[in-house]
């Protein structure tokens, strides 16, 4: 049996000597807060954990904290969506429920969390239990109308889009999308989205959430032979599409409906593939403020290589349509993202859970944080 | 089981945007559908398994299905995403006692390098137990991306069962394909 | 695009040749069953999940089987508890959920699963939301009354037991049990618990479930230094306990109350330890029908040790008060279960996952099932 | 915070069987009390972290508190069973954003190498966010079985916050000790 007192009473019993005092007392029920602003070396993680898809997670990360990179996580159950506002504050999931974890009767919620605190503000519960659950794509959850609305995707497999007023904490409207999907913000209130006929449909939402008009472009898409990847990177208000061949295609989405830019081009080739380089992983293109493009490429590319993530980063400027850079990464990696530093550094999500963080004026490797924050790393999302 | 997935592919190329949402989901919601794919891992073939030993072989013991169906690399394999249920407490057709596999599925086309014919292979996924954690495959030849459900594996297709829990995945012969894959 | 056909029209394009018949369409929408009457080499494998402890798991494995050893997983959320009857054909889940997974309205419930099928057969919903959570203890829940009941601890940190008709799917009743913990099945329709003074207290059940008498034995049990392992080992009416320090002390629990086995003894000393050979693990004591005990013992045994884990097994006749002999484990192991067959199987459960099964009568390592079932299996329970 | 643990001691002896069950809980639930333990994990110490590289130091700076905070072999952690919240967004005694600390905690008495002192550790669990994942640490110096709940690490003691769910555990110290631990 162990006996305890006080401090004062070891002092009182102890001999003097020149022994320092002993450590104080430290205050219980102490929860550490996110800075009131994050600071720009920070980004959040996207984690499927697929021992338990369930349980999957949003880590949110300082890149530039070597032994402490984790800085809290937030839920995001069951293939969940994510957004990120440092306007509102927020961070929003889009989560499926089961009243007995695997069974029973199905919630789908979007929750509201406090960026400072990781704690939920609020909850808007959505009918019909048909949020789209995928392995894992930023773009079934989007922004609109200057983040008063969030979009979200659905699939029973009818393809529609939900409304959301997440102010008013309620589902406005659904616009039905049958044979298209993904949501790309368009213009101040409306979305575009890619089509199984190669054209690519953008809508535009009157105040009430319901579509206005819309507009299609037709063959935008050569689905069997230059599908795009899903995620593309945005350099202002103009989404920059690579297909897994190695295309590049730009759409302005700043007016109401999608434009094409014209001119696609080629990412081009480079010596050490086996047999060609092409883009890889579940991120595989994203841009810095100054203008370039980021793609994850892998030197094994073939039909059906277009997941299996890359080793290398080839660093392209979209207006001259030229490859300036090569970052070679440390190993196989899923996804890509860029801090919102001044000079932003490059995070390579790897395969085997290592968040590494390199230099995207050098191509040099900076440090990296381990696989010390999440189980399966597969987005980095930049907090804008 | 005959040519849905072209009825799938013809589906949403040309009724796609003029069907109303309810009508396609009556027809995509009939019965076994070539319409999308289940999904779920990556990289899961060039990952291995970090830590524990390897699975030991489970095969067909018939020479005309050859491999260890507790590999990434069987044949059937080719567009699978997710935990191989031949490790999970199923088989490569059957899912694991517990779960519900789900109607809906997506479609590979595999080569059986026994007799080189191309195989159309259903990669029903099993429903309504959390995830197997065992063998995970991640193959992806034929697979676009989700603009094409039918032909995109990221898609959970355990929306078709009970409870959209994903366990593990199978991988059905269902026909003969005429044409070899892409 | 690809175009399909059927086999018949392949044939009939295929030129005439010597290749075989195609391999044949595969049943859709199968679903596997274990067999009615479960092989004796199954045992279940209690997966605590620690990276999603909500998403904890029961692994029904075949021990015989080195290439397909997981025969299904039953969901075991969040420090569960599990019950196994063969008389009844079922498998009893304890769990607790939370209606946003991990907050919200929680919900505590028994779920009766079929054997045959893993299908869950119906539920009981449990009040207060204070069933206790613990790492990771099989006499938190515990049948009695010949299996027509189910005995549940609770801890809020006040202790108390519920007492559950299981077909009538309801909770008859609740005993207060303030200072002691665990359900130890005595007699007919009763329960015996150790208690923090020393002693063990026993309840006489009546067919209402309410307490008809009680009786305590004091000072069976010197906790500072001679505390025993929660868990122990059945050989007939007789539950063996073994201590921190390795003493084995037997109750029998076949009347209406505990009974002391005369006796204790130690399990005495061994070379190669460093510094002395103790009990270790979660799961540390387990017996055979033909009488013998198996402690689970580190050489590194010391203050603090108690969970480290083992690497052999000592094979103790408790009769003889005497050791017959040791069985070498491949890796630190946390737990040890027996098979039902004839000759038993010795099945260990290590800290890296992997699941090694070993010879009762040779003490000879026989196969690994590879780390192929569990993440973290900490108990492994015999199927009766 | 002074002598709660002698206290709930003699109250578990003494006050236990005597006591109803509500008076006990009124007890031991008024607040901070010394009371029970948490729990989770088990070898972590010796199992180290497979796989994944190591986390890199995080020391207090003060040459008193010596040692790495990410590491199970750090002073305060001799009975900790749990994720470090020092490596999931939290310290050594707060725990991390979006979490609740539950007033409900398990004291252990360490002794600190640099002044060879025994201090009374605090490990109160963080609730409400699934487990965390990263250091896991078990150590059970002075841990006994259930039967002692004051005494014991393999309760999960988020029953004293808002939910059950635990994320990691913290190491706070609350006091010295007048003897060594056992």
Same mark, same amino acid.
């Given at each position: 049996m162990?006996?305890f007192?006080?401090?004062?009473?070891?002092a009182?019993?102890?001999?003097?000597?020149a022994?320092?005092?002993?450590?104080?007392?430290?205050?219980?029920?102490?929860v550490?807060?996110?800075?009131?602003?994050?600071?720009k070396?920070?980004?959040?993680?996207?984690?499927?954990?697929?021992?338990s898809?369930l349980?999957?997670?949003l880590?949110v990360?300082?890149t530039?904290?070597p032994n402490?990179p984790?800085?809290g996580?937030?839920?995001d159950?069951?293939?969940?969506?994510a957004l +990120? #506002?440092?306007?509102?504050g927020?961070?929003? *999931? %889009?989560?499926?429920?089961?009243? @007995?974890?695997?069974?029973g009767?199905?919630t789908?919620?979007?929750?509201?969390?406090?960026?400072k605190?990781?704690?939920?503000?609020?909850e808007?519960?959505?009918?019909g239990?048909?949020?789209?659950?995928?392995?894992i794509?930023?773009?079934?959850?989007?922004?609109?109308?200057?983040q008063?609305?969030a979009?979200?995707?659905?699939?029973?497999?009818?393809?529609?889009?939900?409304?959301?007023?997440?102010?008013?904490?309620?589902?406005?409207?659904?616009?039905?999308?049958?044979?298209?999907?993904?949501i790309y913000p368009?213009g101040?209130?409306?979305?575009s989205?890619?089509?199984?006929?190669?054209s690519i449909?953008?809508?535009?939402l009157?105040?009430?959430g319901?579509?206005?008009?819309?507009?299609?472009i037709?063959?935008?898409?050569?689905?069997?032979?230059q599908?795009? +990847? #899903?995620?593309?990177a945005?350099?202002?208000g *103009? %989404?920059?599409?690579?297909?897994? @061949?190695g295309?590049v295609?730009g759409?302005?989405l700043s007016?109401?409906?999608?434009?094409?830019v014209?001119?696609a081009?080629?990412l081009?080739?480079?010596?050490g593939?086996?047999?060609?380089w092409r883009?890889?992983?579940?991120?595989?293109?994203?841009?810095?403020?100054a203008?370039?493009?980021?793609?994850l490429?892998?030197?094994h590319g073939?039909?059906?290589?277009h997941?299996?993530?890359g080793?290398?980063?080839?660093?392209?400027d979209?207006?001259?349509?030229?490859?300036?850079a090569?970052?070679p990464?440390?190993?196989?990696?899923?996804?890509?993202?860029?801090?919102?530093?001044?000079?932003?550094?490059l995070?390579?999500?790897?395969?085997d859970g290592?968040?590494?963080?390199?230099?995207?004026?050098?191509?040099?490797?900076?440090?990296?944080?381990?696989a010390t924050?999440?189980?399966n790393?597969?987005?980095?999302?930049t907090?804008? | 089981?005959?040519g849905f997935?072209?009825?799938?592919?013809?589906?949403?190329?040309s009724v796609?945007?003029?069907?109303?949402r309810?009508?396609l989901?009556?027809?995509?919601?009939a019965g076994i559908?070539?319409?999308?794919?289940?999904?779920v891992?990556p990289?899961?073939?060039?990952?291995?398994?970090?830590?524990?030993?390897a699975?030991q072989?489970?095969?067909?013991?018939?020479?005309?299905?050859?491999?260890d169906?507790?590999?990434?690399?069987y044949w059937r394999?080719?567009?699978?995403d997710?935990?191989?249920?031949?490790?999970?407490g199923?088989s490569?057709?059957?899912?694991?006692?517990?779960?519900?596999m789900s109607?809906?599925t997506?479609?590979?086309?595999?080569?059986?390098?026994?007799?080189?014919r191309?195989?159309?292979i259903?990669?029903?996924?099993c429903c309504?137990?959390?995830?197997?954690?065992?063998?995970l495959?991640?193959?992806n030849?034929?697979?676009?991306?989700?603009v094409?459900?039918?032909?995109?594996n990221?898609?959970n297709?355990c929306?078709?069962?009970?409870?959209?829990?994903?366990?593990?995945?199978?991988?059905?012969?269902?026909?003969?394909?005429?044409?070899?894959?892409?």
């Amino acid at each position: 049996m162990r006996l305890f007192a006080l401090a004062l009473a070891l002092a009182a019993a102890a001999p003097a000597c020149a022994q320092p005092a002993p450590l104080a007392e430290e205050p219980l029920l102490q929860v550490a807060r996110l800075p009131d602003v994050w600071p720009k070396s920070f980004v959040v993680v996207h984690d499927i954990n697929f021992n338990s898809i369930l349980d999957g997670r949003l880590a949110v990360v300082d890149t530039a904290s070597p032994n402490q990179p984790l800085k809290g996580l937030v839920r995001d159950s069951q293939m969940g969506g994510a957004l +990120f #506002s440092r306007q509102r504050g927020e961070i929003l *999931t %889009a989560e499926t429920f089961y009243s @007995r974890l695997t069974r029973g009767e199905r919630t789908d919620a979007v929750t509201i969390w406090d960026m400072k605190t990781l704690q939920p503000k609020g909850e808007i519960v959505l009918p019909g239990g048909k949020r789209q659950q995928s392995v894992i794509y930023p773009h079934l959850f989007q922004f609109t109308n200057h983040q008063k609305w969030a979009l979200l995707a659905n699939f029973t497999p009818a393809q529609s889009v939900s409304v959301i007023d997440i102010d008013a904490r309620k589902v406005i409207n659904e616009i039905d999308l049958p044979g298209c999907s993904q949501i790309y913000p368009t213009g101040e209130r409306g979305f575009s989205s890619l089509c199984a006929d190669g054209s690519i449909f953008s809508v535009v939402l009157d105040a009430q959430g319901k579509a206005a008009s819309s507009a299609t472009i037709r063959n935008v898409q050569e689905i069997d032979h230059q599908a795009y +990847f #899903s995620t593309p990177a945005y350099i202002g208000g *103009t %989404a920059w599409f690579v297909s897994q @061949r190695g295309l590049v295609q730009g759409f302005d989405l700043s007016g109401p409906v999608a434009k094409v830019v014209p001119g696609a081009f080629s990412l081009g080739t480079a010596p050490g593939a086996d047999p060609e380089w092409r883009p890889s992983g579940y991120q595989v293109i994203n841009a810095d403020t100054a203008g370039r493009l980021y793609v994850l490429m892998t030197p094994h590319g073939k039909e059906g290589s277009h997941k299996d993530g890359g080793t290398a980063v080839w660093v392209v400027d979209p207006v001259r349509k030229a490859r300036v850079a090569i970052i070679p990464l440390k190993g196989p990696t899923m996804g890509i993202g860029l801090t919102e530093e001044d000079v932003p550094h490059l995070v390579g999500a790897q395969v085997d859970g290592t968040i590494n963080v390199y230099d995207t004026q050098s191509g040099a490797f900076v440090r990296s944080l381990g696989a010390t924050v999440a189980f399966n790393p597969f987005l980095v999302y930049t907090v804008r | 089981m005959i040519g849905f997935d072209k009825l799938a592919e013809r589906l949403t190329r040309s009724v796609a945007r003029q069907s109303s949402r309810r009508s396609l989901l009556a027809l995509l919601g009939a019965g076994i559908t070539g319409a999308a794919a289940f999904p779920v891992l990556p990289v899961a073939r060039a990952a291995g398994h970090a830590g524990g030993p390897a699975h030991q072989p489970v095969t067909s013991g018939n020479p005309q299905d050859p491999g260890d169906r507790t590999s990434c690399d069987y044949w059937r394999y080719c567009a699978i995403d997710g935990f191989l249920c031949t490790c999970c407490g199923g088989s490569v057709n059957a899912c694991p006692p517990g779960t519900e596999m789900s109607p809906i599925t997506w479609i590979g086309t595999c080569t059986n390098p026994a007799d080189n014919r191309a195989y159309i292979i259903s990669y029903n996924d099993c429903c309504g137990v959390s995830s197997c954690g065992q063998c995970l495959c991640n193959r992806n030849e034929g697979d676009r991306p989700q603009v094409r459900p039918q032909s995109n594996n990221d898609y959970n297709w355990c929306i078709g069962a009970q409870s959209s829990v994903y366990n593990c995945s199978t991988a059905v012969i269902v026909g003969l394909a005429l044409d070899k894959p892409l």
